[in-house]
T-cell receptor, first 112, second 113 residues
Framework: QKEVEQDPGPLSVPEGAIVSLNCTYS??????FMWYRQYSRKGPELLMY????GNKEDGRFTAQVDKSSKYISLFIRDSQPSDSATYLC????????????FGSGTRLLVRP | DVKVTQSSRYLVKRTGEKVFLECVQD?????MFWYRQDPGLGLRLIYF???????EKGDIPEGYSVSREKKERFSLILESASTNQTSMYLC????????????FGNGTRLTVT
């Protein structure tokens, strides 16, 4: 069983929709959580970085962490065609240094 | 903004060749990483380095080696390229704190024929 599970999609939504992307994890030692966006033929770009449970908002993006359920989410409001990309969740264990565990990524397509 | 630069975007090499992938970061980060990314397998850590001349094996180091002679530069070496090393290679860097997120370059797509 993978430490971090992420639905690969693809997820196809109309422009303007609210998008919900999710990851589950199995190890309660994970404390730091990230979301990366990766456009085709580009490297991953850091979108959100959160610590511990709760919400963090940045413009149209909201990252949510629920440690009791071992579940993290990224919400995108008013989605745009330019949001079409692969979204990777990532997390760091407190018992491990210099190593992120990545989800396999969810491909998102926002239709005009 | 952190800039991580990988020297080649696309590379085609023959089986058995020695291949060098170069990565440079401009933010004085202590930590540097090499990943490969394959469809269905996600990102897998090959090697990382937390200081000059220091290196640690990641999850899939076989067939690879690395070199870090200067803080800003981290090289990945394929000693004898094989077709199963055809992949997207991503370099990343981060500051010294163990909870820091990684900053990635744009990747090198390597094809071994």
């Amino acid at each position: 069983q993978k430490e971090v599970e992420q639905d690969p999609g693809p997820l196809s939504v109309p422009e303007g929709a609210i998008v919900s992307l999710n990851c589950t994890y199995s190890n309660s030692a994970f404390q730091y959580f990230m979301w990366y966006r990766q456009y085709s033929r580009k490297g991953p770009e850091l979108l959100m970085y959160t610590y511990s449970s709760g919400n963090k908002e940045d413009g149209r993006f909201t990252a949510q962490v629920d440690k009791s359920s071992k579940y993290i989410s990224l919400f995108i409001r008013d989605s745009q065609p330019s949001d079409s990309a692969t979204y990777l969740c990532a997390m760091i264990r407190m018992d491990s240094s210099y190593k992120l565990i990545f989800g396999s990524g969810t491909r998102l397509l926002v239709r005009p | 903004d952190v800039k991580v630069t990988q020297s080649s975007r696309y590379l085609v090499k023959r089986t058995g060749e020695k291949v060098f992938l170069e990565c440079v970061q401009d933010m004085d980060h202590e930590n540097m990483f090499w990943y490969r990314q394959d469809p269905g397998l996600g990102l897998r850590l090959i090697y990382f380095s937390y200081d000059v001349k220091m290196k640690e094996k990641g999850d899939i180091p076989e067939g690879y080696s690395v070199s870090r002679e200067k803080k800003e530069r981290f090289s990945l070496i394929l000693e004898s390229a094989s077709t199963n090393q055809t992949s997207m290679y991503l370099c990343a860097s981060s500051p010294g704190q163990s909870n820091s997120p990684l900053h990635f370059g744009n990747g090198t797509r390597l094809t071994v024929t």
